[in-house]
């Protein structure tokens, strides 16, 4: 579809086989919940946009993340040394996003966030279907890594939800594909397919909860020759439809509701995910941690990203079960105001 919201100003709903062309939220018919009609700026406070870009391996593990929360632009970037324990983060918030540009096209567009001589880039191209992440920081970090949908092919998870009485979200996740480009920073240079990583990666917009919390999980890497890549969540996409799903090179793989079962206060202590249909049945031992903390009143986040590996097994129906060991991923733990 080109558009997802039809010209009845409600969104398409559903499992997509292919993302829309355009996220064209102000076409929305948004209403109270009282069913008041609301203008552009409600619109535009109330609309959120994220993007996510994730580097697996046994070598390093980073994480990149830009958002548009319309009072402010919100950016973090980390890279995470597993054998030294080492790791390197920044975090940027600017006030009504000033410095940044965010593209309503999930597989076109740039989004970026500028501060100073810093600079978090997300580049989407259409036709080789290709991410690319490029970070460029004051202190001489440069991450340049990118991936490709179509040698070899590969399906993402595209969905579009209902959210609370007034909402919607749609987002687009990707997991096990191989990642290609160079890092350079304190913790050393990196060939990022010498180093065999992966990547991740999550587009996601809407008109979410104002209020809401949520869990994820995430792996990419290789299992019994297979590439494997895994998104699980609670919290956000269950309204009709969930985003829980898996890839064998490549394929998508739809999985039942899940539960995350860890210690909200203790969370580098192992979590357990299981899936209602038994697709799934995972333990995360963390190794490391990117969190932050903010409470503006209006705006408020409790986020932690635990970076680990993931033990277990996934139980195609009708395949024989794929065994997990040791793969390198992420879960997060989110609260969040907007």
């Keep these: 579809m080109e558009r997802l919201i039809q010209a009845n100003g409600q969104p398409y709903y559903g499992l997509f086989s292919s993302p829309p062309g355009l996220i064209n939220y102000r076409d929305f018919d948004f209403r109270s919940p009282m069913g008041r009609r609301l203008g552009a700026l409600a619109k535009w406070r109330r609309f959120h946009q994220f993007q996510y870009f994730g580097i697996i391996s046994d070598t390093l593990i980073g994480g990149c993340a830009l958002?548009?929360?319309?009072?402010?632009?919100?950016?973090?970037v980390y890279l995470f040394h597993p054998a030294s324990g080492r790791m390197i983060e920044r975090q940027f918030k600017l006030p009504f996003g000033l410095g940044t540009q965010f593209?309503?096209?999930?597989?076109?567009?740039?989004?970026?966030?500028?501060?100073?001589?810093n600079r978090l880039r997300l580049e989407n191209q259409p036709g080789v279907r290709e991410k690319r992440l490029l970070v460029e920081l004051?202190?001489?970090?440069?991450?340049?890594?990118?991936?490709?949908?179509?040698?070899?092919?590969?399906?993402?998870?595209?969905?579009?939800?209902?959210?609370?009485?007034?909402?919607?979200?749609?987002?687009q996740k990707v997991a096990g594909v191989r990642c290609s480009g160079h890092i350079r920073s304190a913790l050393g240079e990196f060939d990022l397919e010498q180093i065999d990583a992966f990547a991740h990666?999550?587009?996601?917009?809407?008109?979410?909860?104002?209020?809401?919390?949520?869990?994820?999980?995430?792996?990419?890497?290789?299992?019994?020759?297979?590439?494997?890549?895994l998104n699980l969540s609670c919290g956000v996409n269950e309204t009709s439809f969930t985003e829980n799903c898996y890839w064998l090179d490549g394929e998508l793989i739809k999985v039942?509701?899940?539960?995350?079962?860890?210690?909200?206060?203790?969370?580098?202590?192992p979590w357990r995910i299981d899936s209602h249909d038994g697709q799934v049945a995972l333990r995360f031992e963390a190794r490391g941690l990117h969190q932050e903390h903010m409470n503006l009143g209006i705006l408020a986040s409790n986020f932690k990203q635990i970076f680990g590996q993931f033990s277990g097994v996934l139980r195609p129906v009708g395949r024989p079960e794929v065994s997990i060991a040791n793969c390198w991923g992420f879960v997060e733990d989110q609260y969040v105001k907007w």
Excluded: K
Aim: net charge negative; with cysteine.
């Design 138 to 171: 004051d202190d001489g970090t440069r991450i340049d890594a990118a991936f490709s949908e179509t040698e070899p092919v590969f399906q993402p998870m595209c969905i579009s939800t209902p959210t609370a009485v007034n909402g919607w979200v749609y987002a």
């Design 201 to 229: 990666h999550d587009w996601s917009a809407g008109y979410m909860r104002p209020e809401t919390h949520w869990n994820w999980a995430c792996l990419s890497g290789r299992a019994e020759r297979q590439r494997v890549g």
């Design 256 to 269: 039942d509701t899940v539960r995350f079962d860890f210690q909200r206060r203790r969370p580098l202590e």
């Design 103 to 117: 593209s309503q096209r999930p597989d076109d567009g740039v989004c970026e966030l500028r501060s100073g001589r």
């Design 67 to 76: 958002a548009n929360l319309s009072l402010a632009g919100i950016g973090f």
